[in-house]
């Protein structure tokens, strides 16, 4: 019964966060956090050529770091970019539940969203992964290459 619930759980805790603007106003034109502090990730995410031509004006960025104990995101990115490369900045100012700490290692994963929605994954996204995944908190010149359309 509790495998079960996880799943579902954890849907729940992403859509509640993704439609409440993953703790900021409105989706951002960069990845810099308006506040924070301490550790941070930063790097760029680029489009990989193969993907470029499915990338549209207006798609959604998530940049997500997860813990590897914990299913759901510790921390989120949400962005509009006009342009590749994308600078981002993932800090404490990001994370999406108060009482959990950024720090230690994650694992840090980008998908451009047709949607908006943080919870579909439908034909036309794409996605990547952070090169060298797990990432530990403090790193920089982090590389996310968005290259798998799903």
Same mark, same amino acid.
């Given at each position: 019964?509790?495998? $079960?619930?996880?799943?579902?759980?954890? *849907?729940?805790?992403?859509?509640? %966060?993704? %439609?409440?603007?993953?703790?900021? @106003?409105?989706?951002? !034109?960069?990845?810099?956090?308006?506040?924070?502090?301490?550790?941070?990730?930063?790097?760029?995410?680029?489009?990989?050529?193969?993907?470029?031509?499915? %990338?549209?004006?207006? &798609?959604?960025? *998530?940049?997500?770091?997860?813990? +590897?104990?914990? $299913?759901?995101?510790? !921390?989120?990115?949400?962005?509009?970019?006009?342009? *590749?490369?994308?600078? %981002?900045?993932?800090?404490?100012?990001?994370? &999406? &539940?108060?009482?959990?700490? *950024?720090?230690?290692?994650?694992?840090?994963?980008? $998908?451009?969203?047709?949607?908006?929605?943080?919870? @579909? $994954?439908? +034909?036309?996204?794409?996605?990547? !992964?952070?090169?060298?995944?797990?990432?530990?908190?403090?790193?920089?010149?982090?590389?996310?290459?968005?290259? @798998?359309?799903?």
């Amino acid at each position: 019964m509790r495998q $079960r619930l996880y799943p579902v759980l954890a *849907f729940v805790l992403l859509a509640a %966060f993704a %439609f409440a603007g993953c703790g900021c @106003s409105k989706p951002s !034109a960069t990845g810099t956090p308006a506040a924070g502090g301490g550790a941070t990730i930063s790097g760029e995410v680029t489009l990989a050529p193969e993907v470029a031509a499915k %990338f549209k004006p207006g &798609m959604t960025l *998530f940049i997500v770091a997860r813990k +590897p104990e914990m $299913r759901p995101p510790v !921390a989120v990115i949400r962005a509009v970019p006009t342009a *590749f490369p994308f600078k %981002f900045t993932l800090s404490q100012a990001n994370v &999406m &539940m108060p009482s959990v700490k *950024f720090e230690g290692e994650v694992s840090v994963d980008a $998908r451009l969203d047709q949607d908006g929605d943080a919870i @579909s $994954r439908e +034909p036309g996204d794409i996605a990547g !992964a952070a090169k060298g995944n797990p990432v530990k908190v403090g790193a920089s010149g982090v590389e996310i290459r968005l290259d @798998s359309a799903l």
